[in-house]
Protein backbone atom coordinates (compact mmCIF):
# COMPACT_ATOMS: atom_id res chain seq x y z
CA UNK A 1 0.00 0.00 0.00
CA UNK A 2 1.19 3.34 -1.05
CA UNK A 3 0.24 5.82 1.29
CA UNK A 4 -0.57 9.17 0.05
CA UNK A 5 -1.79 10.46 3.43
CA UNK A 6 -0.55 9.81 6.83
CA UNK A 7 -2.03 6.84 8.40
CA UNK A 8 -3.49 6.08 12.00
CA UNK A 9 -4.18 2.44 12.05
CA UNK A 10 -6.25 0.77 15.19
CA UNK A 11 -6.48 -3.01 15.34
CA UNK A 12 -10.05 -3.88 17.00
CA UNK A 13 -9.77 -7.27 16.49
CA UNK A 14 -6.54 -9.29 15.66
CA UNK A 15 -3.26 -8.46 14.65
CA UNK A 16 -1.39 -6.70 11.15
CA UNK A 17 2.49 -6.82 10.85
CA UNK A 18 2.88 -3.58 9.05
CA UNK A 19 6.54 -3.45 7.24
CA UNK A 20 7.51 -0.37 6.00
CA UNK A 21 11.19 -0.25 4.55
CA UNK A 22 13.65 -2.48 6.78
CA UNK A 23 11.31 -1.52 10.02
CA UNK A 24 8.17 -3.98 10.99
CA UNK A 25 5.42 -2.99 13.38
CA UNK A 26 3.47 -5.91 15.00
CA UNK A 27 -0.10 -4.07 16.03
CA UNK A 28 -1.55 -5.86 18.14
CA UNK A 29 -5.79 -5.95 19.55
CA UNK A 30 -6.27 -2.46 21.01
CA UNK A 31 -3.04 -0.84 19.66
CA UNK A 32 -2.34 1.82 16.67
CA UNK A 33 0.29 3.04 14.95
CA UNK A 34 0.49 6.35 13.23
CA UNK A 35 2.90 6.42 9.65
CA UNK A 36 3.97 9.70 7.57
CA UNK A 37 2.45 9.78 3.87
CA UNK A 38 5.13 9.05 1.23
CA UNK A 39 5.57 5.51 2.37
CA UNK A 40 5.21 2.19 0.75
CA UNK A 41 3.80 -0.80 4.05
CA UNK A 42 3.21 -3.93 3.46
CA UNK A 43 0.56 -5.84 6.01
CA UNK A 44 -0.25 -8.98 7.24
CA UNK A 45 -3.74 -9.14 8.68
CA UNK A 46 -4.60 -11.99 10.86
CA UNK A 47 -7.21 -13.46 13.03
CA UNK A 48 -7.34 -16.17 15.40
CA UNK A 49 -9.47 -19.08 14.16
CA UNK A 50 -9.27 -21.53 17.28
CA UNK A 51 -10.98 -18.62 19.09
CA UNK A 52 -13.11 -17.21 16.01
CA UNK A 53 -11.76 -13.76 16.22
CA UNK A 54 -11.44 -12.70 12.94
CA UNK A 55 -9.05 -9.04 11.90
CA UNK A 56 -10.94 -6.10 12.52
CA UNK A 57 -9.05 -2.65 12.14
CA UNK A 58 -10.10 1.19 10.94
CA UNK A 59 -8.04 3.46 9.20
CA UNK A 60 -7.64 6.90 8.98
CA UNK A 61 -5.97 8.85 6.81
CA UNK A 62 -5.16 12.12 7.58
CA UNK A 63 -4.52 15.31 5.34
CA UNK A 64 -2.00 17.71 5.71
CA UNK A 65 -4.63 20.66 5.70
CA UNK A 66 -6.46 19.10 8.46
CA UNK A 67 -3.47 18.31 10.24
CA UNK A 68 -2.44 22.45 10.15
CA UNK A 69 -6.31 23.06 10.70
CA UNK A 70 -5.84 20.90 14.30
CA UNK A 71 -2.95 22.23 15.10
CA UNK A 72 -4.33 26.35 14.87
CA UNK A 73 -7.37 25.62 16.43
CA UNK A 74 -6.00 23.21 18.97
CA UNK A 75 -3.08 26.69 19.45
CA UNK A 76 -0.82 24.40 19.85
CA UNK A 77 2.77 25.76 20.08
CA UNK A 78 5.29 24.08 17.68
CA UNK A 79 7.36 22.53 19.89
CA UNK A 80 8.70 19.99 17.01
CA UNK A 81 12.68 19.08 18.40
CA UNK A 82 15.08 18.46 15.44
CA UNK A 83 15.63 15.06 15.57
CA UNK A 84 12.79 12.97 13.99
CA UNK A 85 10.57 10.82 16.33
CA UNK A 86 10.06 7.20 16.02
CA UNK A 87 7.40 5.55 15.06
CA UNK A 88 6.24 2.84 17.65
CA UNK A 89 2.81 0.78 18.55
CA UNK A 90 0.64 2.42 20.95
CA UNK A 91 -1.69 0.90 23.48
CA UNK A 92 -4.81 2.24 23.39
CA UNK A 93 -6.10 3.39 26.74
CA UNK A 94 -9.65 3.82 27.84
CA UNK A 95 -10.66 7.60 26.08
CA UNK A 96 -9.13 6.19 23.00
CA UNK A 97 -10.97 3.14 22.66
CA UNK A 98 -14.38 4.76 23.79
CA UNK A 99 -13.60 6.83 21.08
CA UNK A 100 -13.34 4.09 18.06
CA UNK A 101 -16.37 2.47 19.59
CA UNK A 102 -18.05 6.22 19.30
CA UNK A 103 -17.39 6.03 15.33
CA UNK A 104 -18.02 2.02 14.54
CA UNK A 105 -21.80 2.82 13.44
CA UNK A 106 -20.88 4.97 11.15
CA UNK A 107 -19.61 2.29 8.96
CA UNK A 108 -23.15 1.07 9.24
CA UNK A 109 -25.02 3.73 7.45
CA UNK A 110 -22.48 6.02 5.32
CA UNK A 111 -24.76 7.53 3.53
CA UNK A 112 -26.57 9.57 6.82
CA UNK A 113 -23.15 10.61 7.98
CA UNK A 114 -22.63 14.39 7.67
CA UNK A 115 -19.43 16.14 6.75
CA UNK A 116 -19.77 18.33 9.41
CA UNK A 117 -19.54 15.48 11.74
CA UNK A 118 -16.71 13.73 10.17
CA UNK A 119 -14.51 16.88 10.73
CA UNK A 120 -15.84 16.89 14.25
CA UNK A 121 -15.14 13.40 15.07
CA UNK A 122 -11.25 13.67 13.48
CA UNK A 123 -10.88 16.65 15.47
CA UNK A 124 -11.58 14.59 18.52
CA UNK A 125 -9.65 11.61 17.23
CA UNK A 126 -6.86 14.21 17.47
CA UNK A 127 -7.54 15.80 20.40
CA UNK A 128 -7.19 12.45 22.15
CA UNK A 129 -3.92 11.27 20.22
CA UNK A 130 -2.20 14.52 21.33
CA UNK A 131 -3.63 13.92 24.60
CA UNK A 132 -2.48 10.42 24.80
CA UNK A 133 1.38 10.51 24.54
CA UNK A 134 3.64 12.89 23.52
CA UNK A 135 5.46 11.42 21.63
CA UNK A 136 2.27 11.18 18.94
CA UNK A 137 1.97 14.52 19.43
CA UNK A 138 5.96 15.26 17.95
CA UNK A 139 4.70 12.91 15.26
CA UNK A 140 1.54 14.52 14.56
CA UNK A 141 3.37 17.99 14.45
CA UNK A 142 6.17 16.57 12.50
CA UNK A 143 3.84 15.23 9.72
CA UNK A 144 2.60 18.86 8.81
CA UNK A 145 6.45 19.23 7.75
CA UNK A 146 7.34 18.98 4.32
CA UNK A 147 8.68 15.61 3.99
CA UNK A 148 11.80 15.42 2.07
CA UNK A 149 13.39 11.45 2.48
CA UNK A 150 16.62 10.54 2.02
CA UNK A 151 16.93 9.51 -1.44
CA UNK A 152 19.21 6.58 -0.88
CA UNK A 153 17.44 5.15 2.03
CA UNK A 154 14.00 4.91 0.13
CA UNK A 155 15.53 3.62 -3.04
CA UNK A 156 17.30 0.89 -1.27
CA UNK A 157 14.47 -0.24 0.90
CA UNK A 158 12.03 -0.01 -1.99
CA UNK A 159 13.74 -1.08 -5.42
CA UNK A 160 13.19 -4.98 -5.16
CA UNK A 161 9.05 -3.98 -4.18
CA UNK A 162 6.76 -4.15 -7.15
CA UNK A 163 7.27 0.29 -7.38
CA UNK A 164 7.81 2.36 -10.70
CA UNK A 165 10.34 5.16 -10.80
CA UNK A 166 7.30 7.70 -10.71
CA UNK A 167 6.61 5.92 -7.25
CA UNK A 168 10.35 6.00 -6.09
CA UNK A 169 9.97 10.33 -6.45
CA UNK A 170 6.54 10.40 -4.93
CA UNK A 171 8.08 8.03 -1.72
CA UNK A 172 11.50 10.66 -1.80
CA UNK A 173 8.98 13.73 -1.24
CA UNK A 174 10.12 15.13 -4.76
CA UNK A 175 9.10 15.73 -8.49
CA UNK A 176 10.40 13.58 -11.08
CA UNK A 177 12.70 15.59 -12.70
CA UNK A 178 14.24 16.33 -9.51
CA UNK A 179 14.22 12.51 -8.11
CA UNK A 180 16.06 11.41 -11.27
CA UNK A 181 18.42 14.65 -10.80
CA UNK A 182 19.60 14.09 -7.03
CA UNK A 183 19.81 9.84 -8.45
CA UNK A 184 22.26 10.49 -10.42
CA UNK A 185 24.13 12.69 -8.55
CA UNK A 186 24.60 9.67 -5.90
CA UNK A 187 24.52 6.66 -8.20
CA UNK A 188 26.03 8.40 -10.95
CA UNK A 189 23.94 6.95 -13.63
CA UNK A 190 19.59 6.98 -14.14
CA UNK A 191 17.41 4.87 -12.30
CA UNK A 192 16.20 2.56 -14.40
CA UNK A 193 20.12 1.08 -15.48
CA UNK A 194 20.98 1.08 -11.45
CA UNK A 195 17.33 -0.99 -10.99
CA UNK A 196 18.43 -3.29 -13.72
CA UNK A 197 21.48 -3.75 -12.52
CA UNK A 198 20.80 -4.37 -8.87
CA UNK A 199 17.81 -6.43 -9.61
Do not use: C
Amino acid sequence: MLLEEHLLLYVRQGQNLMTHGRMSYLVKQHEMLLLKKHSLVQYDKTGNLENNVTYDSILFFLKDEFLQDFIRIANIQDITSKEAVGTLVKPVNERMRKFFDSIVPYFSEPDNVDEGLLKIKMLELLYDVAATDKNLLQQLLQMKQPVKSDLAEIVEANFTNPINIEQLAYLSGRSLASFKRDFNNIYNMPPAEWIRINT
